[in-house]
Every structure is written in structure tokens, then in C-alpha cells.
């Protein structure tokens, strides 16, 4: 695991942009791992910024996303489909056809795992899978005891989970109870992984991914075993970590 320390959330975007940046430059076909939430929006901009300026080409382009909540349609603005249509998809020159997101409303939702399993399998694997982390150390929505080796499933999403969301909807009430998820292994399988961490409220998730123990307990803590991990974290969230204690991890 290599660590970037970054002043702030914008070098923070700015890092990860560059890092995706470099790829699609080396393989046109990159197939790239996406997620959601406030953590990546930055980088977001970043890409379509350097779309505009650049012409960066996203034409051959394919994208998976970690997740999306159960009982969203694509067209419901909370759903995790809307969110990447609305801040990337719609602002590059990628083909719809070629992002995918779970369909959180599907008939069949276990079906619809398996598909989604499928599509990423037939698709040769995830070239980079960009992460967040959750203030309970969620990968996608691996809620804390989800075992190491699964794939792509349902999950009821934890009460902090749902609390921490509730700020884009109009009550928690309104929050889905569950989501569709890539599993910790299919996480796992990605050839490379970045992981954004942004903020004084992952302060406390970066002590236990940087010096904690590897345990389900933790979910991130999986990502201790990847041999192709670079965590870019800024100083606020880096600020109860002890950068002299760090084992096995690269600080650059
Ligand atoms: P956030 O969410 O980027 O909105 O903090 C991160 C996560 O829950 O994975």
C-alpha cells in the first residue's frame, strides 16, 4: 500500500484525476471502477475539465460502479445512476451503453448480482477501481462483517451509513435500507486501486486502515492484502496518524 499525503481536497482531486489521466493516455480501453458520494466529485470535475481543455477520449472507455440503492430507479435523483450521469457521464464523450451501474431495481435483485458479476468478469476485470471510504470503513456498501471473499451482492446498509446519507434526502426515512454492491473479492480483483480520503471525519478511518489490523470488522483493512493500492489522503483526514508508525506502507 503506497500513501499520498495531500494538503486538500482539491490536490486530493487533482492527484486522482492525474493518476487516471496517465492510464487512459497509456491504454485507450481502460476499464475503470467508479464510485460515488462527495469524496470523488472533485476528481470528477478534474476529468471533465481536461476533457474540455485536452480532449481527453472517452470513447472506448468502459466503467463499473461500485454500487447503487435498492428500489432506485436510474431517473431518481439519489440513485447512484442519476449522480454519475449528472457529474461525469454527461460531460465527456463516453457512450451511455458503456457505463455500467448496478440496477437497484431490478425484479430479481439476486439476479441482478450475478449479471452484474458477469458483466465485469466478461469485461477481462477492472483496470483501476477508485475508492471511498465509509466513517465505519465501507468499501462500496461492504458494511462492517462482510467477509473478505464475496462478490457482487445485497447488503442492508448500517445505521450510520443510512444517517450519513440521509443529508441528500428529505428524511431518513426516505434513505433506502438496502443496496446492490461489488463484493470485497471482486473489489479485490481490480488490478489497481486508489482510495480518496478527504477530511476530519475519516480521521479516525484512516488510523484503522493505516495502523489498525486486517479484520471484517473493518472492511477497507481487505485492501492491506491488494499488492497495487494508493491511498491519496489529505492532511485533515491524515491528522490522529502517526506517520512514523506506518508498517508496509510507502509514504510518498
Ligand atoms: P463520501 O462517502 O464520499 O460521501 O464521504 C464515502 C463512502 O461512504 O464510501
Known sequence: MKLLRVKNYEDMSKKGAEIILNLIKEKQDTRL???????????YENLIADHKEHGTSYKSIRTYNLDE?????????????????????HHIDIPLQQTHVPNGKADLLEEECKRY????????GIDLQLLGIGTNGHIGFN???????????????AESTRE?????????????????????ETILESKKIILLASGEAKADAMVKLLTGEVTTD??????????????????????DVDLDQLKGIQLR
Open 69 to 89: 440503492y435498492a428500489g432506485l430507479d436510474g431517473s431518481h435523483p439519489q440513485s447512484y445512476r442519476y449522480f454519475m450521469n449528472d457529474v461525469l457521464f
Open 117 to 124: 458479476e458477469a458483466v465485469i468478469r466478461e469485461s477481462g
Open 33 to 43: 471502477g467508479l464510485a460515488t458520494g462527495s469524496t470523488p466529485k472533485g476528481l
Open 143 to 157: 458494511e462492517p462483517g462482510t467477509p473478505f471473499d464475496s462478490r457482487t451482492h445485497i447488503i442492508e446498509l
Open 218 to 239: 473493518f472492511p477497507a483493512s481487505a485492501l492491506r492484502n491488494h499488492a497495487d493500492v494508493v491511498v491519496i489522503a489529505d492532511e485533515a483526514a491524515l491528522k
Open 164 to 184: 450519513a446519507n440521509s443529508r441528500f434526502f428529505d428524511s431518513i426515512d426516505e434513505v433506502p435500507t438496502h443496496a446492490i454492491t461489488m463484493g470485497i
